[in-house]
């Protein structure tokens, strides 16, 4: 782009340059009106292609930017790309971890499973419990048997009464045709035969009676026989039903395991790709290792260079100090000044022993302190895993309850259905009444049919009311175990929150250590700090999260109690129901009987047989205005019936909507938990990988704060810059002290000799000396010279080393800053979770209040069925008095 500029530049220059070559070759000579026209239009062209090339200029700068934006834009993506590929190695690591943690769940799943229950002790169970059906089917056979016994029993004890009473009335035909020999009388005789076609009437009747019973004892045991048979259809029909409702949950169970683990281990890596990465991970960390240990060599060889400089600098202070005492004639002054000056040195190293002392004390407390918060985390990490196995367990039981549930109400289904059909039963009965238009015979096996039906219906009703009574006893039982469950449970709740205080006065005495020392190790306690108290965050939360649990457990119990109450007062109901039925189906047996026995006999009317037609004309008057009574009495009762049978199906439709609103809420609440439970899992994870980052960032920090330049190296650095300074200083002094030195020797000796000439040798020796002394200073000068070479390379080092730490301190910084802000939307987080589960609490209040506003209306409702009980009760004590009275005066009048 630049060179294309520089094309249209130089372009617009040779334009102008030619524009102006031409004006000046025409110059004040072109007056002509061609010549103007030309350069007229020689201007035009001109500028046309001056605009050309700024419209070329702008269009290549525009160029310029578009490609300077796309540059800048890929170096965005590529830095994006660099950034998504580090956090992918980082959820590939995360993966790896989580695969990990997902084996071990499986091989704890598997532990689980071999020590659960074996198949074979469940088939031992479920042998156990059809042997014992099987001995109850026995027994209720048994117990028909017997019944069936005493019915032949009575039929006999009945025919052997019919035939005495057939016998009395022979022998009173006996004695009236004894007395009609001895009257003799047209009319005595046709009594008489009349009385004996009467007599024989009577006996073929009572042979009837006697075949009709046997015939109906022969229905009846056919009847049972075929009751047997039906329930055992029954029981098998259960047992399949059952059978497959086990089946059809253990599947949805089995599918819904498999679709979790297969959730669990979606992605995961295989086995020899784990190995090879565990051993990059080893060989890497031993690398580090390795490292670590080089690092430390070189801290120490450079440490132990430090001193010998020191050393070296000390050295040459003292040969200064030896050649300035040298020169000054006062070597005592000097001597004393040294004396003071070592005694000063060893002061200060006292006192830098002292607070050498104080240092490792105070970093083998701080260690200490490290160690406790490190154990501390690994405890609450296991804590955490506790939890989590343990809030696994409580939903491994929540799903087992949920199937229990599931089977109790197929079991209420089918009790509802049976009750149902007994109801309807009870209704035909009642409206089957024998029809006045057939004959007496027919009218009582119609009547003996209905009273065998509802006698059946009775020992049914009967037989399920144990039934139910055993069922409640079984659940009651259940009930009681679930809470000595829920007891055991709540102690280990409590043992925790007793173990919770101790955490609490350690997070004190971690605070007043930070009030103390504020300058070690802040960043990593307040982050540790942070962490502890996330955790009991968690645990306040958790322990939240039982106590719901518990109050569901206690509303489930007390919606149980209420159905297992709604069950009892029903059945009590219709066993009222069926007494006050029977009663008056018994009583309009009787009254049938008693108007068939009452019937006259055919006879000559005389004054005494007109007396008595009378009497029983009267009889049958009163008889058919109480039948009349007791048919208004039967269509109220009928009506009654339809009117509670109403009553009863709405009251069951309330009951259907309820159950499906209870079922509609316990499915939502069980949801709700189930997402809570997982989004405390993900946030146990997410928690514990940030654990792990941080722990990480605490070595890291350390390895840093152990390489990074403490003020102490700086200061070392800057008084070795002085010290080389001063001994570059001290070196030029000598230099020049040393050539003076030699002039005067020189000049003193050169003197002495003229002088005197046997004072040579002793010049000569002085010189010897001088000269000797020369050489040993030259040597340490060049000694020195030579550590001040090596003090350069070293102070060149270091400086490169601060460079590349101090770069390495600012991108820990700008990595801080991102945890950090990563760290305030986790507790950003955190607010948002806490103010929707105290919505979530403020719902499950309101929840409460309509529920128990609802319990409130149906304690009302059934304290008005109550009073209607009572009213029925009454009337049907009433309506049984009445018949009494009834009873009493038809007797007064036979009488």
Same mark, same amino acid.
């Given at each position: 782009?630049?060179?294309?500029?520089?094309?249209?530049?130089?372009?617009?220059?040779?334009?102008?340059?030619?524009?102006?070559?031409?004006?000046?070759?025409?110059?004040?000579?072109?007056?002509?009106?061609?010549?103007?026209?030309?350069?007229?239009?020689?201007?035009?062209?001109?500028?046309?292609?001056?605009?050309?090339?700024?419209?070329?200029?702008?269009?290549?700068?525009?160029?310029?930017?578009?490609?300077?934006?796309?540059?800048?834009?890929?170096?965005?993506?590529?830095?994006?790309?660099?950034?998504?590929?580090?956090?992918?190695?980082?959820?590939?690591?995360?993966?790896?971890?989580?695969?990990?943690?997902?084996?071990?769940?499986?091989?704890?799943?598997?532990?689980?499973?071999?020590?659960?229950?074996?198949?074979?002790?469940?088939?031992?169970?479920?042998?156990?419990?059809?042997?014992?059906?099987?001995?109850?089917?026995?027994?209720?056979?048994?117990?028909?048997?017997?019944?069936?016994?005493?019915?032949?029993?009575?039929?006999?004890?009945?025919?052997?009464?019919?035939?005495?009473?057939?016998?009395?009335?022979?022998?009173?035909?006996?004695?009236?045709?004894?007395?009609?020999?001895?009257?003799?009388?047209?009319?005595?005789?046709?009594?008489?035969?009349?009385?004996?076609?009467?007599?024989?009437?009577?006996?073929?009747?009572?042979?009837?009676?006697?075949?009709?019973?046997?015939?109906?004892?022969?229905?009846?045991?056919?009847?049972?026989?075929?009751?047997?048979?039906?329930?055992?259809?029954?029981?098998?029909?259960?047992?399949?039903?059952?059978?497959?409702?086990?089946?059809?949950?253990?599947?949805?169970?089995?599918?819904?395991?498999?679709?979790?683990?297969?959730?669990?281990?979606?992605?995961?890596?295989?086995?020899?790709?784990?190995?090879?990465?565990?051993?990059?991970?080893?060989?890497?960390?031993?690398?580090?290792?390795?490292?670590?240990?080089?690092?430390?060599?070189?801290?120490?060889?450079?440490?132990?260079?430090?001193?010998?400089?020191?050393?070296?600098?000390?050295?040459?202070?003292?040969?200064?100090?030896?050649?300035?005492?040298?020169?000054?004639?006062?070597?005592?002054?000097?001597?004393?000044?040294?004396?003071?000056?070592?005694?000063?040195?060893?002061? #200060? $190293? @006292? !006192?830098?022993? &002292? *607070?050498? /002392? %104080?240092?490792?004390? =105070?970093?083998?407390?701080?260690?200490?302190? +490290?160690?406790?918060?490190?154990?501390?985390?690994?405890?609450?990490?296991?804590?955490?895993?506790?939890?989590?196995?343990?809030?696994?367990?409580?939903?491994?039981?929540?799903?087992?309850?949920?199937?229990?549930?599931?089977?109790?109400?197929?079991?209420?289904?089918?009790?509802?259905?049976?009750?149902?059909?007994?109801?309807?039963?009870?209704?035909?009965?009642?409206?089957?009444?024998?029809?006045?238009?057939?004959?007496?015979?027919?009218?009582?096996? #119609? $009547? @003996? !049919?209905?009273? &065998? *039906?509802? /006698? %059946?219906?009775?020992? =049914?009703?009967?037989?399920?009311?144990?039934? +139910?009574?055993?069922?409640?006893?079984?659940?009651?039982?259940?009930?009681?175990?679930?809470?000595?469950?829920?007891?055991?449970?709540?102690?280990?709740?409590?043992?925790?929150?007793?173990?919770?205080?101790?955490?609490?006065?350690?997070?004190?005495?971690?605070?007043?250590?930070?009030?103390?020392?504020?300058?070690?190790?802040?960043?990593?306690?307040?982050?540790?700090?942070?962490?502890?108290?996330?955790?009991?965050?968690?645990?306040?939360?958790?322990?939240?999260? @039982? !106590?719901?649990?518990?109050?569901?457990?206690?509303?489930?119990? =007390?919606?149980?109690?209420?159905?297992?109450?709604?069950?009892?007062?029903?059945?009590?109901?219709?066993?009222?129901?069926?007494?006050?039925?029977?009663?008056?189906?018994?009583?309009?047996?009787?009254?049938?009987?008693?108007?068939?026995?009452?019937?006259?006999?055919?006879?000559?009317?005389?004054?005494?047989?007109?007396?008595?037609?009378?009497?029983?004309?009267?009889?049958?008057?009163?008889?058919?205005?109480?039948?009349?009574?007791?048919?208004?009495?039967?269509?109220?009762?009928?009506?009654?019936?339809?009117?509670? !049978?109403?009553?009863?199906?709405?009251?069951?439709?309330?009951?259907?909507?309820?159950?499906?609103?209870?079922?509609?809420?316990?499915?939502?609440?069980?949801?709700?938990?189930?997402?809570?439970?997982?989004?405390?899992?993900?946030?146990?994870?997410?928690?514990?990988?940030?654990?792990?980052?941080?722990?990480?960032?605490?070595?890291?920090?350390?390895?840093?704060?152990?390489?990074?330049?403490?003020?102490?190296?700086?200061?070392?650095?800057?008084?070795?810059?002085?010290?080389?300074?001063?001994?570059?200083?001290?070196?030029?002094?000598?230099?020049?002290?040393?050539?003076?030195?030699?002039?005067?020797?020189?000049?003193?000796?050169?003197?002495?000799?003229?002088?005197?000439?046997?004072?040579?040798?002793?010049?000569?020796?002085?010189?010897?000396?001088?000269?000797?002394?020369?050489?040993?200073?030259?040597?340490?000068?060049?000694?020195?010279?030579?550590?001040?070479?090596?003090?350069?390379?070293?102070?060149?080092?270091?400086?490169?080393?601060?460079?590349?730490?101090?770069?390495?301190?600012?991108?820990?910084?700008?990595?801080?800053?991102?945890?950090?802000?990563?760290?305030?939307?986790?507790?950003?987080?955190?607010?948002?979770?806490?103010?929707?589960?105290?919505?979530?609490?403020?719902?499950?209040?309101?929840?409460?209040?309509?529920?128990?506003?609802?319990?409130?209306?149906?304690?009302?409702?059934?304290?008005?069925?109550?009073?209607?009980?009572?009213?029925?009760?009454?009337?049907?004590?009433?309506?049984?008095?009445?018949?009494?009275?009834?009873?009493?005066?038809?007797?007064?009048?036979?009488?």
């Amino acid at each position: 782009s630049l060179n294309k500029e520089l094309e249209i530049t130089k372009e617009k220059f040779h334009t102008i340059e030619q524009a102006w070559e031409q004006t000046a070759k025409l110059g004040d000579n072109a007056t002509d009106k061609a010549t103007k026209f030309i350069t007229n239009s020689e201007i035009v062209s001109i500028s046309k292609k001056i605009t050309m090339l700024e419209m070329k200029e702008l269009n290549e700068r525009q160029r310029a930017e578009h490609c300077q934006r796309m540059y800048e834009h890929l170096r965005n993506t590529l830095k994006q790309a660099e950034e998504r590929n580090f956090e992918l190695e980082t959820k590939f690591a995360e993966l790896t971890k989580i695969n990990l943690e997902a084996q071990k769940v499986e091989q704890s799943l598997r532990d689980e499973l071999s020590n659960s229950v074996s198949k074979g002790i469940s088939d031992v169970d479920k042998h156990q419990i059809m042997e014992l059906e099987k001995s109850e089917t026995e027994l209720k056979i048994e117990i028909s048997k017997l019944k069936e016994l005493s019915d032949i029993a009575k039929a006999q004890v009945t025919a052997l009464e019919n035939r005495q009473q057939s016998r009395d009335k022979e022998v009173e035909s006996l004695r009236m045709q004894i007395l009609d020999y001895q009257v003799q009388s047209d009319e005595k005789i046709l009594i008489a035969k009349l009385h004996q076609h009467i007599v024989a009437l009577q006996v073929s009747e009572a042979t009837a009676i006697t075949k009709l019973a046997a015939a109906t004892s022969k229905l009846q045991k056919a009847e049972i026989a075929n009751m047997r048979l039906e329930q055992k259809l029954d029981d098998k029909e259960q047992s399949l039903y059952y059978a497959r409702v086990e089946g059809k949950n253990r599947v949805k169970h089995l599918r819904q395991t498999v679709q979790s683990l297969r959730r669990q281990f979606s992605g995961a890596l295989p086995l020899a790709q784990q190995e090879k990465f565990s051993k990059t991970m080893i060989q890497l960390q031993n690398d580090k290792l390795k490292t670590m240990e080089d690092i430390q060599k070189a801290q120490q060889e450079r440490r132990n260079a430090e001193n010998r400089a020191v050393e070296m600098e000390m050295k040459l202070k003292g040969i200064e100090e030896l050649v300035a005492t040298l020169k000054d004639a006062r070597g005592a002054q000097k001597v004393i000044e040294w004396h003071v000056k070592i005694e000063e040195l060893r002061l #200060q $190293a @006292l !006192k830098h022993n &002292r *607070e050498l /002392s %104080r240092k490792n004390e =105070e970093i083998k407390y701080l260690k200490n302190i +490290v160690s406790e918060y490190e154990q501390t985390i690994n405890h609450l990490e296991e804590e955490i895993v506790q939890q989590g196995q343990f809030h696994e367990e409580r939903q491994m039981a929540w799903d087992k309850r949920e199937v229990e549930l599931e089977r109790q109400l197929d079991i209420y289904d089918s009790q509802k259905q049976n009750i149902l059909s007994t109801a309807q039963k009870f209704n035909e009965a009642a409206g089957t009444v024998p029809d006045p238009s057939l004959t007496l015979p027919h009218q009582l096996e #119609q $009547a @003996l !049919k209905i009273v &065998r *039906e509802q /006698s %059946r219906t009775i020992l =049914e009703m009967q037989a399920t009311c144990k039934s +139910v009574e055993e069922k409640l006893k079984e659940k009651e039982v259940a009930l009681w175990k679930a809470e000595q469950n829920i007891l055991s449970r709540d102690k280990v709740i409590n043992e925790l929150r007793l173990q919770l205080p101790a955490s609490s006065e350690r997070e004190k005495l971690v605070a007043q250590l930070d009030q103390i020392d504020d300058n070690t190790y802040p960043h990593a306690l307040k982050i540790a700090h942070q962490t502890i108290a996330n955790m009991q965050a968690r645990l306040n939360q958790k322990e939240e999260i @039982l !106590k719901k649990y518990q109050h569901l457990l206690a509303k489930a119990r =007390e919606e149980q109690e209420e159905i297992a109450k709604k069950h009892e007062e029903d059945l009590r109901v219709l066993h009222q129901k069926l007494d006050v039925h029977v009663d008056s189906s018994f009583n309009k047996f009787k009254q049938t009987a008693l108007e068939l026995i009452q019937k006259p006999s055919l006879a000559v009317p005389a004054s005494k047989h007109l007396i008595r037609l009378a009497e029983l004309e009267q009889t049958i008057a009163e008889q058919d205005s109480s039948l009349n009574s007791l048919l208004s009495k039967l269509n109220k009762t009928s009506s009654d019936l339809q009117k509670q !049978k109403q009553i009863t199906a709405v009251k069951i439709k309330e009951f259907d909507n309820i159950r499906a609103q209870l079922e509609e809420k316990h499915q939502g609440r069980v949801k709700g938990l189930q997402d809570e439970i997982e989004e405390l899992r993900s946030l146990l994870s997410k928690m514990g990988k940030e654990l792990l980052n941080i722990k990480s960032e605490l070595e890291i920090q350390r390895e840093a704060n152990n390489r990074s330049p403490t003020t102490a190296m700086k200061n070392l650095v800057e008084r070795l810059k002085n010290q080389l300074a001063l001994k570059e200083k001290q070196q030029k002094a000598l230099s020049k002290a040393l050539l003076e030195l030699r002039a005067e020797m020189t000049a003193a000796a050169e003197q002495q000799i003229i002088s005197v000439a046997s004072q040579k040798e002793a010049h000569m020796n002085v010189q010897q000396i001088v000269d000797k002394h020369t050489k040993e200073l030259r040597s340490q000068i060049e000694d020195l010279n030579d550590q001040l070479l090596k003090l350069k390379d070293a102070l060149k080092l270091s400086k490169n080393k601060e460079s590349s730490l101090l770069d390495d301190m600012d991108d820990l910084n700008q990595e801080l800053q991102k945890k950090m802000k990563a760290y305030t939307k986790v507790l950003r987080q955190k607010d948002d979770m806490e103010k929707e589960n105290e919505e979530l609490k403020k719902q499950n209040k309101r929840l409460t209040s309509s529920i128990q506003s609802k319990a409130d209306e149906q304690t009302l409702i059934d304290e008005l069925q109550r009073k209607i009980k009572k009213m029925e009760i009454e009337l049907g004590k009433k309506s049984d008095e009445s018949e009494k009275k009834n009873l009493r005066e038809d007797r007064v009048l036979k009488v």
